[in-house]
């Protein structure tokens, strides 16, 4: 069988941490961003646990070496 490839962009996007729980970056961080308050900015630079919903697919097809 042949090597599968990891996708780039989802490599970008996704952090496995080390009991393999993925992470995901929030969104909503480039625009209109002056005009939310510090807190609010501090709050988009934490990183959210990933949906089970997309936790198969990223083992099964995006990041197969990642966990």
């Known amino acids: 069988?042949?090597?599968?490839k990891t996708h780039k962009g989802a490599q970008k996007r996704f952090k496995v941490t080390?009991?393999?729980t993925f992470m995901q970056p929030k969104g909503m961080k480039s625009h209109f961003r002056r005009r939310r308050s510090a807190r609010?900015?501090?709050m988009l630079?934490?990183?959210l646990v990933t949906?089970?919903?997309n936790v198969k697919r990223l083992k099964k097809r995006l990041l197969p070496y990642g966990s």
């Open 51 to 53: 949906d089970v919903s």
């Open 40 to 42: 609010v900015k501090r």
């Open 1 to 4: 069988m042949p090597k599968l």
């Open 45 to 47: 630079d934490k990183m």
């Open 18 to 20: 080390g009991a393999g």
